[in-house]
């Protein structure tokens, strides 16, 4: 299994970022996919998830910024962050869940104020 998150980056405050997870060695229709953050200092905590069905949830700290979506003909999980603060400034983990749960390298996402 292989969970392969690009677009990470540095952006400015207010400034926008998609991050994308390509899978493969899981069958993706059926898997729940999310994203998970952990900043410097503080643990691995969930940004946004989106089940096999199309349900969402969002932390609270990202709702009405953040969009989760999936295509999946192509396998990916995608996060769109918008009106990005300092505090989003993390590496940023793709998860699937499939069986068991599987993870990504991470991506680092770094907001300057």
């Known amino acids: 299994v292989q969970l392969q998150a690009s677009g990470g980056g540095l952006v400015q405050t207010g400034g926008s970022l998609r991050l994308s997870c390509a899978a493969s060695g899981i069958i993706f229709s059926i898997s729940d996919m999310g994203w998970y953050r952990q900043a410097p200092g503080n643990g691995r905590e969930l940004v946004a998830r989106i089940f096999s069905g199309g349900v969402r949830n969002y932390a609270d700290s990202v709702k009405g910024r953040f969009t989760i979506s999936r295509d999946n003909a192509k396998n990916t999980v995608y996060l769109q962050m918008n009106r990005l603060q300092p505090e989003d400034t993390a590496v940023y983990y793709c998860?699937?869940?499939?069986?068991?749960?599987?993870w990504g390298q991470g991506t680092l996402v770094t907001v300057s104020s």
């Open positions: 998860n699937a869940l499939f069986r068991r749960d599987y």
